[in-house]
């Protein structure tokens, strides 16, 4: 099976799901496959959050070139949630200049909730922030910078003005976005792990936006 088939079996599972709030990892994986729910709401649970990931990824003895993509989706778009996605009630980004190593905790109703799982060919990484903040331009704008042969490349967990966008589709199959403005926004990396990692990296990377009120 191919890119193709595989997109098409995720558009339809998603057919069946609700598109005004965040669907997690389920619909990305086969049914029947159980996922996990973690929430962080400060840099300290990113890491312990982050390490579950990793653990689940040992426990199912993937490569180390699989464990490190998924490391990096996963960071990326935690860092993401927690640094660029916070909005004041202007609408102002509250911590998008912080450098990522400074701490941040967030409040409870600014809460980040982490999906994920695997069905023994999908490993599936879902980030849900509650801002909604996500738009259209803002991907493109980032994604462009890959076909820069001058562009940034940044390194993992020190990205930032977007850059996290670039590492995350660079490590999945799969980039989702999904947003609404003012509720959430959500962003999901599937990533094939059946096979040899060169097969999954030879599928390339598709990019599938579900953007209300976001342009």
Not at 16 to 31: K, V
Not at 38 to 49: G, L, N, P, R, Y
Not at 51 to 62: C, I, K, N, R, S
């Given at each position: 099976?191919?890119?193709?088939?595989?997109?098409?079996?995720?558009?339809?599972?998603?057919?069946?799901?609700?598109?005004?709030?965040?669907?997690?990892?389920?619909?990305?994986?086969?049914?029947?496959?159980?996922?996990?729910?973690?929430?962080?709401?400060?840099?300290?649970?990113?890491?312990?959050?982050?390490?579950?990931?990793?653990?689940?990824?040992?426990?199912?003895?993937?490569?180390?070139?699989?464990?490190?993509?998924?490391?990096?989706?996963?960071?990326?778009?935690?860092?993401?949630?927690?640094?660029?996605a916070p909005r004041d009630a202007a609408g102002n980004a509250?911590?998008?200049?912080?450098?990522?190593?400074?701490?941040?905790?967030?409040?409870?109703?600014?809460?980040?909730?982490?999906?994920?799982?695997?069905?023994?060919?999908?490993?599936?990484?879902?980030?849900?922030?509650?801002?909604?903040?996500?738009?259209?331009?803002?991907?493109?704008?980032?994604?462009?910078?890959?076909?820069?042969?001058?562009?940034?490349?940044?390194?993992?967990?020190?990205?930032?003005?977007?850059?996290?966008?670039?590492?995350?589709?660079?490590?999945?199959?799969?980039?989702?976005?999904?947003?609404?403005?003012?509720?959430?926004?959500?962003?999901?990396?599937?990533?094939?792990?059946?096979?040899?990692?060169?097969?999954?990296?030879?599928?390339?990377?598709?990019?599938?936006?579900?953007?209300?009120?976001?342009?």
């Open positions: 099976d191919g890119p193709d088939e595989q997109d098409l079996a995720v558009a339809l599972r998603r057919g069946f799901h609700d598109e005004t709030s965040p669907l997690g990892a389920q619909p990305y994986l086969i049914q029947g496959f159980s996922t996990t729910e973690t929430i962080v709401q400060s840099t300290e649970d990113k890491e312990a959050a982050l390490d579950a990931v990793m653990q689940l990824a040992g426990a199912l003895e993937l490569s180390d070139e699989k464990k490190r993509r998924i490391e990096v989706a996963t960071e990326e778009l935690l860092l993401n949630a927690i640094y660029d509250v911590h998008a200049k912080l450098d990522r190593r400074t701490h941040v905790k967030l409040g409870a109703a600014e809460q980040v909730k982490l999906h994920y799982g695997c069905d023994g060919r999908n490993f599936v990484v879902s980030v849900a922030d509650r801002f909604g903040a996500l738009e259209r331009g803002n991907i493109e704008r980032s994604l462009s910078k890959l076909l820069d042969p001058q562009g940034a490349r940044p390194a993992p967990g020190t990205s930032g003005a977007g850059l996290g966008l670039m590492l995350t589709y660079g490590a999945a199959n799969q980039l989702i976005a999904h947003a609404m403005r003012g509720r959430f926004t959500e962003v999901t990396a599937v990533m094939h792990v059946s096979g040899s990692n060169r097969t999954a990296l030879a599928r390339g990377s598709a990019l599938h936006l579900y953007l209300d009120g976001a342009t």
